[in-house]
């Protein structure tokens, strides 16, 4: 039982400092997003750093674009916004530099079809400011993408990819923020809803580990004095 209990006292003690460390980890991500979201719009890093970057490195930079939209390859993806449920509408870019990328235009209501969001694709030079975001596979807590029915939950990008028949594009997708050179011709989406926010719990976990390694302590004392031989 000592012996046990000495091995779960342990273990609540480094989960309790991987939790330490995973705060101060969150705590630097979220200041650097901060920043991110307000800086002055970069360029679209290379492919090679893209590909390189570890996860949460580009999360939100913002970026700009420069190109033309391929209405023909776009998609509705499911959403839930303060504005209600409905769909983002997503549509590859062909940039000026050659590359091609999915942009999340923005959001629409619930009823606005595929074919509605074509039409209200640009035509011409468009000129794009958004936030750089990371694939979403595989779809939703709820529900999984499902490219054979066009029905999707997540902003997957190469399945996204491979359905509409869109080449080759970069591994991430941008959310809108603004875009230059409209000429809507159809249903018009509301781009800048993209939510910053981090769950921080790690503090709350960190003392829960603490406490129970407390608690482990505590039971190891309580075991040894009762085997302790009592004196006559």
Excluded at 65 to 73: E, F, K, P
Excluded at 153 to 174: E, H, I, N, W
Excluded at 197 to 207: E, I, P, V
């Amino acid at each position: 039982m000592t012996l046990l209990l000495i091995i779960a006292l342990a273990v609540f003690v480094v989960l309790g400092i991987w939790q330490v460390r995973r705060m101060y980890w969150k705590h630097d991500l979220i200041a650097r997003v901060n920043v991110r979201v307000r800086a002055v719009p970069a360029s679209l890093p290379t492919d090679a750093r893209l590909v390189s970057a570890r996860p949460g490195d580009l999360d939100y930079l913002r970026v700009k674009l420069s190109g033309v939209y391929v209405a023909s390859q776009s998609a509705r993806v499911r959403a839930a916004t303060d504005l209600g449920t409905g769909y983002w509408a997503m549509t590859v870019m062909r940039l000026d530099d050659g590359r091609t990328i999915w942009v999340n235009r923005g959001f629409v209501p619930e009823g606005v079809t595929e074919n509605q969001v074509r039409t209200g694709v640009p035509a011409g030079a468009v000129r794009v400011i958004g936030l750089l975001r990371s694939t979403e596979p595989g779809g939703s807590l709820l529900q999984s993408n499902r490219p054979q029915d066009d029905r999707w939950y997540s902003r997957d990008v190469a399945a996204l990819t491979r359905a509409k028949q869109a080449g080759r594009t970069v591994p991430v997708f941008v959310d809108a923020q603004q875009e230059e050179g409209r000429s809507f011709r159809g249903s018009k989406p509301v781009p800048g809803l993209t939510v910053v926010r981090f769950a921080d719990n790690h503090l709350s976990y960190a003392l829960t580990w603490f406490a129970m390694a407390a608690l482990s302590g505590a039971a190891i004392g309580l075991v040894w004095r009762q085997a302790r031989p009592k004196s006559s």
